[in-house]
């Protein structure tokens, strides 16, 4: 009868360089109950839903449009000053 040897332990890992910092910002996780807006019995949606993904998928508010994360759908809001000014045409 012999008798086996069972192999060394090993040892913890040793990190010779530090972890890199990760950089730019964390993400939110949704809030269900900023979407909504409870009023006795009735509850309205805040955001509108995408007209393509239907109920279910909001439209993210941006400064100069509304955007679908689920499909990527985008609605541009057209700002006041790139209307037609008639004032300036009549002028001459």
């Known amino acids: 009868m012999s008798e086996e040897k069972a192999a060394p332990k090993k040892g913890k890992k040793v990190h010779i360089k530090e972890k890199k910092q990760r950089t730019g910002r964390k993400h939110e996780s949704k809030k269900a109950w900023e979407m909504y807006e409870v009023s006795g019995s009735e509850v309205r949606r805040k955001k509108p839903f995408c007209p393509r993904c239907g109920p279910g998928a909001f439209l993210s508010e941006h400064k100069n449009r509304k955007y ?4 990527g759908y985008t609605e541009i809001q057209k700002r006041p ?12």
């Not at 679908?68 to 499909?71: A, D, L, T």
């Not at 000053?81 to 001459?92: K, L, M, V």
């Open 68 to 71: 679908c994360g689920k499909c």
């Open 81 to 92: 000053s790139e209307a037609p000014r008639e004032e300036a045409n009549q002028h001459q």
